[in-house]
């Protein structure tokens, strides 16, 4: 009975990772599922999207050295 146990779970430890490598190397699967989640998670850029979001970061830095500045100029 242990015999037929341990060739039981050889076979398991064998055929799981042969077959999750067969099902990822699908090519229907991996367009369906990979590339539709990555367009779903991360969507094409708007150019006015990031034309804001470029405006806002440099307003942030700008408003970062002005209050650096005025720190130095205090404590002059």
Partial sequence: MG?????????????FPVAMFWIANQAGWFEDY???RKRE?????????????EEFK???RKQREEKLLR?????S
């Fill in 34 to 36: 990979v590339i539709q």
């Fill in 71 to 75: 720190a130095a100029q205090q404590r």
């Fill in 3 to 15: 015999v037929k146990l341990e060739v039981f779970r050889m076979t398991i430890y064998l055929t």
């Fill in 41 to 53: 998670l991360w969507p094409p850029e708007n150019e006015d999207k990031r034309q804001e979001l």
């Fill in 58 to 60: 440099e307003r942030i």
